[in-house]
């Protein structure tokens, strides 16, 4: 029986500072948290104590392929020194880098992890209040729900989800990498223009998602350069014996409810469905880097498969939709996944129909 699919969601903000000429991203993301931590009581006199993040099982150097990536890969760093806290509600909320990031609690289904996501923004925007009350007139912090600044930068939100640490870590990229890539059709957030090195930005006048163009590798252990479909980080937060955390970098942020439960449930069941082996053979795409970049670009547009032969995303999506559902009436007839199903099928519906 496959590991309960336990999920979480990481999204980093885009900060942006008005009214001064010369703004300061990784004091302004201090500001915004510190100012949150004030107005709910989390720090002063008589208030409860802040509770900051135990970095001494921190490993996002640990890669899933062993040594193998240890020659070339760039280990992510661990940057104990900024604002770290813990929240009431099991979420982090912290620095990274040169932006704020909001970690959900780990959830056991993605109906709970719209939940916590929602509440995320929730606090995002008190924190905006609290940060503006304390900059001098005329300065305002802003936060952006979003993926790239159009200027070739770009931020991310990261999925986790707990799996079986004997499920070999190959089978994950060979039954993951197609879903990931035709997946984009629900979990795209949109943008304007292209930022794919060499490609014209008029060339795209809109496309599905906001992270495609900046994934440039099929595997790797990088988030912020040659960003991989596969992420192989190795942090599994629990018994490193028994289980791993696939860390999934190649989604969008949402604001949708809809979007944010589809792009968690079906790749939970996805997964969970890896695990029994329930799966036919793989989808394998003759090029998934141009196919992640081709789906968001245009959809319609057929993707060359391994074996010979196209399909479209939508295409593939219907095939795996087909298979969960059975999997699901054999193995998991449990609402959570029922209603995974029921929407996938609607959102696959509309885009055959418009």
């Given at each position: 029986?496959?590991?309960?699919?336990?999920?979480?969601?990481?999204?980093?903000?885009?900060?942006?500072?008005?009214?001064?000429?010369?703004?300061?991203?990784?004091?302004?993301s201090s500001l915004l948290i510190n100012a949150y931590l004030g107005e709910t009581g989390a720090r002063g006199p008589g208030r409860a104590p802040k509770v900051g993040w135990d970095f001494e099982d921190e490993s996002p150097?640990?890669?899933?392929?062993?040594?193998?990536?240890?020659?070339?890969?760039?280990?992510?760093?661990?940057?104990?020194?900024?604002?770290?806290?813990?929240?009431?509600?099991?979420?982090?909320?912290?620095?990274?880098?040169?932006h704020p990031e909001l970690s959900t609690p780990e959830c056991g289904d993605a109906l709970s992890i719209v939940r916590f996501d929602r509440a995320a923004e929730l606090i995002l925007r008190r924190s905006m209040t609290a940060a503006n009350a304390q900059l001098p007139p005329g300065q305002e912090i802003i936060v952006h729900k979003n993926n790239s600044d159009g200027k070739g930068n770009s931020y991310g939100c990261h999925e986790n989800y707990l799996m079986d640490r004997s499920v070999p870590f190959g089978q994950i990229v060979v039954h993951a990498t197609a879903h990931f890539v035709t997946r984009q059709i629900f979990t795209g957030a949109g943008k304007v223009g292209s930022e794919v090195v060499g490609v014209g930005r008029d060339t795209v006048p809109f496309q599905l998602t906001q992270r495609a163009d900046f994934f440039e590798e099929e595997v790797g252990l990088e988030t912020t350069l040659k960003r991989p479909i596969i992420n192989t980080r190795d942090e599994p937060h629990g018994d490193s014996t028994k289980y791993r955390r696939l860390h999934v970098i190649v989604g969008d942020a949402n604001l949708s409810e809809v979007q944010i439960f589809l792009k968690l449930g079906a790749t939970a069941l996805m997964l969970a469905a890896l695990e029994d082996g329930a799966l036919p053979d793989p989808l394998d795409l003759a090029d998934p880097v141009s196919a992640c970049w081709g789906v968001s670009h245009d959809y319609r547009k057929p993707l060359e498969l391994e074996g010979g032969g196209t399909a479209t995303a939508l295409d593939l999506q219907w095939r795996y939709l087909e298979w969960l559902s059975k999997y699901v009436e054999k193995e998991l007839d449990e609402p959570v996944w029922r209603q995974v199903l029921a929407e996938w099928e609607s959102v696959l519906d509309d885009f055959e129909t418009d």
């Open positions: 029986m496959a590991t309960r699919k336990v999920v979480g969601i990481e999204t980093e903000y885009g900060i942006v500072v008005r009214g001064t000429d010369d703004p300061n991203p990784i004091t302004a150097g640990t890669d899933a392929r062993g040594s193998l990536a240890a020659e070339y890969a760039l280990a992510p760093e661990v940057e104990t020194h900024l604002v770290n806290a813990v929240l009431t509600n099991g979420a982090r909320y912290y620095v990274d880098h040169a």
